[in-house]
T-cell receptor, first 116, second 113 residues
Framework: DAKTTQPPSMDCAEGRAANLPCNHS???????VYWYRQIHSQGPQYIIH???NNETNEMASLIITEDRKSSTLILPHATLRDTAVYYC?????????????????FGQGTELSVKP | GAVVSQHPSRVICKSGTSVKIECRSL??????MFWYRQFPKQSLMLMAT?????????EQGVEKDKFLINHASLTLSTLTVTSAHPEDSSFYICSPQVNTEAFFGQGTRLTVV
């Protein structure tokens, strides 16, 4: 089962910041938080990931709380093309691949609608 | 960024026939391959995990004799849906992994009629 909880849907005005929350209260110390998004009928697209520290890249910022039990993905200036389902995933280590990542178990995600 | 090629993107087959889906990592070598399926309006569901040269590990409820996975090289994995039935109609997605990064194919829309 997925170890994350996300709101099923959110709306955001074009040009404004989109803040997508995620709860992962049972996360373990060596598990990363990953964010992917999926635009209709396409494969998921990687956005960002982090362990403890906040992370930023050209697509988004990831804010992880100090206790690591929740995180927020921030799209600083949402565009219509950002309309998608956003998945927050806690990565479970594969037993036979130490320090080599692990399974990505998808929850239901948040359907983000960016409106003009 | 890593390039993943999944083929075909769309296939329609008759009930009882088999369909092979290919997943290639074009500019990297994937030691691990994940296969997912996704039904309409649902999330991705992990079907199996395979390592190059080894037998795949299937998730609970996924029939290994029905969904044959071959991961013969670091750049190619195939999923064969054998004796397909209409309930196998779904969106199948491969995800090759290298180090801690997992990438995704474009998906294959399978319709069994």
């Amino acid at each position: 089962d997925a170890k994350t909880t996300q709101p099923p849907s959110m709306d955001c005005a074009e040009g404004r910041a989109a803040n997508l929350p995620c709860n992962h209260s049972t996360i373990s110390g060596n598990e990363y938080v990953y964010w992917y998004r999926q635009i209709h009928s396409q494969g998921p697209q990687y956005i960002i990931h982090g362990l403890k520290n906040n992370e930023t890249n050209e697509m988004a910022s990831l804010i992880i709380t100090e206790d690591r039990k929740s995180s927020t993905l921030i799209l600083p200036h949402a565009t219509l093309r950002d309309t998608a389902v956003y998945y927050c995933i806690v990565r479970v280590p594969l037993k036979f691949q130490v320090n080599q990542g692990g399974k990505l178990i998808f929850g239901q995600g948040t359907e983000l609608s960016v409106k003009p | 960024g890593a390039v993943v090629s999944q083929h075909p993107s769309r296939v329609i087959c008759k009930s009882g026939t088999s369909v092979k889906i290919e997943c290639r990592s074009l500019d990297f070598q994937a030691t691990t391959m994940f296969w997912y399926r996704q039904f309409p309006k649902q999330s991705l569901m992990l079907m199996a995990t395979s390592n190059e040269g080894s037998k795949a590990t299937y998730e609970q409820g996924v029939e290994k004799d029905k969904f044959l996975i071959n991961h013969a090289s670091l750049t190619l994995s195939t999923l064969t849906v054998t004796s397909a039935h209409p309930e196998d109609s779904s969106f199948y997605i491969c995800s090759p992994q290298v180090n801690t990064e997992a990438f995704f194919g474009q998906g294959t829309r399978l319709t069994v009629v």
